[in-house]
C-alpha cells in the first residue's frame, strides 16, 4: 500500500536535477549575463549577437595577467551573428573570469565571469522534498519506501507529487 501511494503521488510532480546549458549573448561591448552561476557539469553556450568577437578564459586581455581560473578556455573570433562562438561544460568549481579579447572589447567593457558551484552544493531530491512545506506526505512516503539514500544520489531525477 506505501509503495502504491509513492507511486501515485510520483505521478502529479515534477522536480529534475541534470546538466544545463546556459546561454550568454555577445554583442557590441556586453556579455549578456555578464555575470552567471552554473552548477559543476553545466555548460555554457556563447552565442554572437553581432560582431567580431572570441571569448577568452586564459589571459586578461586588460592587465595581460592570467586570470588564474580553475581551468584555462579560449575560442576562435567570429562575426557570424547568430553562430555559437564557444560551448564549454564547467566540471571543476570556483570562479572563472574572462573577456573578449578582440581589440579594445575589454576595456570597454565586454568582460564576464562564471561561479560554479560544487556538485556537493547541488540540492537533491530529498533537499527539495524535506525543505517543502507543502509534501510533509511525500516526505513520509520517501523515508517509509527507504528511498531517501537513491533520491539523495546523483541524477537525473523525476520525481511527481501533489502539492
Known sequence: MKKQLLYIMFSLFTISISQVTHTINA???????SEITINQGDIIEWINDGGFHDVNGEINSITDEPFNNPETFNSPSTNIAGSTIYMHEFNIPGTYNYDCSVGSHA??????????????EVITV??????????NTLET?????????????EGPFTVFAPT
Request: charged letters at 10%.
Open 27 to 33: 554583442g557590441s561591448y556586453y556579455f549578456d549575463p
Open 107 to 120: 576595456i570597454n567593457g565586454m568582460i564576464g565571469s562564471i561561479i560554479v558551484n560544487s556538485i556537493a
Open 126 to 135: 530529498v533537499d527539495i522534498i524535506v525543505g517543502s512545506e507543502d509534501h
Open 141 to 153: 512516503a520517501v523515508i517509509a519506501a527507504g528511498l531517501v539514500d537513491a533520491l539523495s544520489g
